[in-house]
C-alpha cells in the first residue's frame, strides 16, 4: 500500500482584516509579496478551475483553483511540480480582533525519490515554521503599505 501523503498546517495574524488580506492569496495577488513570484495565467484568473504555471529554481510548477470563496476567505490549489511532487495548498482567512488569522495547510506527495526527499525537508516542523514566518513577515510589509487598485479577485 502507498504511503499516505504529508501535511503541516500552521495559523498566523496578520494586521488587515480578511477583506484585504485575502486578495494576496490570489494568483496574481502574491506577486505584491512573494519575491520571484511570477505566475503565467493559463485560463481564467482566479476561480475555480482556473490554471497557470510558475517557474523558479529551474523547474516548472503548473497549479489549478480547486475552490475559490472569497467571501469565506477560503482559496485551495492543487499543484505539480514537474519531477518532483503533487499536491495541495489551502488557505483559509478569519477576521480576528482588528486584524485576520491565517490558515495556511500544505499537503505533498513526492512522484520521485528526489521530491519524496523535497517533501520530507519542507514539511519538517522547523523548515516549515520558518517557512510560514517569511509568508506572515512578507504579507505584514505587503499589507503595511497604502492599498493600491483594487486586486483583481476573480
Not at 495577488?29 to 482566479?46: Q, V
Not at 497549479?63 to 505539480?80: C, F, K, M
Not at 505533498?108 to 528526489?114: D, F, N, Y
Amino acid at each position: 500500500m502507498a504511503a499516505p501523503p504529508q501535511s503541516q498546517t500552521r495559523t498566523f495574524r496578520l494586521d488587515a482584516p480578511c477583506a484585504r488580506a485575502f486578495a494576496l492569496f490570489t494568483p496574481l495577488g502574491e506577486r505584491a509579496w512573494a519575491p520571484g513570484w511570477d505566475p503565467e495565467l493559463l485560463s481564467g484568473e482566479a476561480d475555480r478551475g482556473s490554471v497557470f504555471r510558475t517557474r523558479a529554481h529551474g523547474a516548472q510548477t503548473l497549479w489549478i483553483v480547486t475552490d475559490y470563496r472569497p467571501a469565506q476567505g477560503r482559496v485551495s490549489y492543487a499543484r505539480l511540480k514537474q519531477g518532483s511532487n503533487f499536491g495541495l495548498v489551502d488557505v483559509e482567512c478569519r477576521d480576528s480582533a482588528g486584524g485576520s488569522e491565517v490558515t495556511v495547510r500544505y499537503t505533498l506527495t513526492g512522484v520521485t525519490p528526489e521530491g519524496e526527499a523535497f517533501v520530507r525537508e519542507f514539511l519538517d516542523d522547523a523548515h516549515y515554521d520558518a517557512f510560514m514566518r517569511e509568508w506572515q513577515s512578507a504579507l505584514g510589509k505587503a499589507l503595511s503599505k497604502p492599498p493600491g487598485p483594487a486586486a483583481s479577485g476573480g
